[in-house]
Nanobody, 122 residues
Framework: QVQLVESGGGLVQAGGSLRLSCAAS????????MGWFRQAPGKEREFVAA?????YYAASVKGRFTISRDNSKNMVYLQMNSLKPEDTAVYYC??????????????????WGQGTQVTVSS
């Protein structure tokens, strides 16, 4: 069983930056693919980024967001730069055991955090 707790959300102006953090429990963190998803009001949850050994990004955030992990601390991060109002959403950390090619599919992830709100004002 893996428990995930996100932090770091908040209100920021367009063009600004935020860093989200996700703390994971468990002893085999390095064996998990970790992902970030987001859900805007009235929209379905969507893939943002994932990391196992390599990192993967949605086209809408590539070049602006960076996912990273520290296996020694059981932490995964999402550095968000050049934020836009359309990045406003609840951001969720997710985990799945091992790596799978469908890393962008939320149904592949068994473990989820409670979410953290990111609001970007124009």
């Amino acid at each position: 069983q893996v428990q995930l707790v996100e932090s770091g959300g908040g209100l920021v102006q367009a063009g600004g930056s935020l860093r989200l953090s996700c703390a994971a429990s468990g002893r085999t963190f390095s064996s998990y693919t970790m992902g970030w998803f987001r859900q805007a009001p009235g929209k379905e949850r969507e893939f943002v980024a994932a990391i196992y050994s390599d990192s993967y990004y949605a086209a809408s955030v590539k070049g602006r967001f960076t996912i990273s992990r520290d296996n020694s601390k059981n932490m995964v991060y999402l550095q968000m730069n050049s934020l836009k109002p359309e990045d406003t959403a609840v951001y969720y950390c997710a985990g799945r055991f091992r790596f799978g090619i469908y890393y962008s599919n939320e149904n592949e992830y068994a473990y989820w955090g409670q979410g953290t709100q990111v609001t970007v004002s124009s």
